[in-house]
């Protein structure tokens, strides 16, 4: 899950061609601005919002340190 404002005015095509570099099978990813997630009351997006970790919690679960 990416969150940026920086994608605001695209659709999830356009907001996914920016980082087609970053693609790898069977990885998936979707790019909300932050007004979208925080707003958004589906239920796909409650579920990803329950499941969600935020990357500075995984890189102190994993030690990375920079």
């Given at each position: 899950?990416?969150?940026?404002n920086?994608?605001?005015g695209l ?5 996914r ?7 790898e099978?069977?990885?998936e990813?979707?790019?909300y601005t932050?007004?979208?997630?925080d ?5 796909w ?7 969600a ?10 030690n990375?340190?920079?």
């Amino acid at each position: 899950m990416i969150i940026s404002n920086d994608v605001k005015g695209l659709n999830q095509l356009e907001r996914r061609l920016l980082l087609k570099d970053l693609l790898e099978p069977r990885v998936e990813f979707f790019t909300y601005t932050k007004d979208e997630w925080d707003e958004e009351a589906s239920v796909w997006v409650s579920e990803l919002k329950r499941e969600a970790v935020r990357l500075i919690d995984l890189l102190k679960e994993y030690n990375v340190t920079d």
